[in-house]
């Protein structure tokens, strides 16, 4: 879930990301701890999106902003923080609105509804189930109209919604997800 190489790992000798540190300044404190420097030749090939964004992207925002990667640096630190923030906010909604029953998974659409951030912790119910966005969509739209119209003018039985392994069945009052049968 969240953004690949950007967690610090100091549990053991990698320390990442180093984005505040050059190249030059790791090469100097490895040969000062006498420990040898390997590059890897992809590294400087643009072939690849990161070695773009390496090797001519942050270089000319480094030139217009000098302190770039420290500010980026900083900037992935409030989005890790807001990122476990949103996790503790899915975990204690998801506690209350989900339950498992079997291979099934219910979610109560009252309480659902009634959050604040009804999409987010849906959308993280159902992120591994691999559902298409503009199915997701459909699913939005249809609880946005159950939400918002009168009681008893929209309903959500029957209706059903697929992704390529699972199937989400819309009844009175709960969503139930299921592994689709093959």
């Known amino acids: ?13 990698i320390i990442r990301p180093l984005l505040g540190v050059g190249r030059e300044e790791i090469k100097k404190w490895m040969q000062q701890r006498g420990l040898g420097w390997r590059e890897d030749s992809t590294n400087a090939l643009n072939d690849a999106r990161r070695n ?5 992207v942050f270089p000319i925002f480094g030139r217009i902003n000098p302190s770039f990667v420290r500010t980026l640096g900083e900037d992935m630190e409030r989005i890790r923080q807001t990122d476990d923030i949103a996790d503790e906010y899915f975990r204690e909604a998801a506690r209350s609105i989900v339950k498992e029953k079997g291979d099934a998974l219910e979610i109560s659409v009252s309480p659902l509804l009634e959050l604040k951030h009804w999409r987010y912790v849906l959308w ?4 591994d189930c691999s559902f298409s ?11 946005e109209r ?7 003018t ?7 919604f697929q992704s390529p392994s699972f199937v989400l069945r819309a009844r009175r009052k709960t969503l139930v997800l299921l592994p689709r049968q093959l």
């Open 1 to 13: 879930r969240k953004f690949p190489g950007s967690n610090p790992v100091r549990e053991t000798v």
């Open 52 to 56: 773009i964004i390496r090797n001519e």
């Open 124 to 127: 993280r119910i159902l992120e």
């Open 133 to 143: 966005a503009p199915t997701f969509g459909k699913l939005c739209e249809l609880l």
């Open 146 to 152: 159950y939400r918002s119209e009168p009681l008893g």
């Open 154 to 160: 929209v309903t959500l039985s029957g209706k059903t």
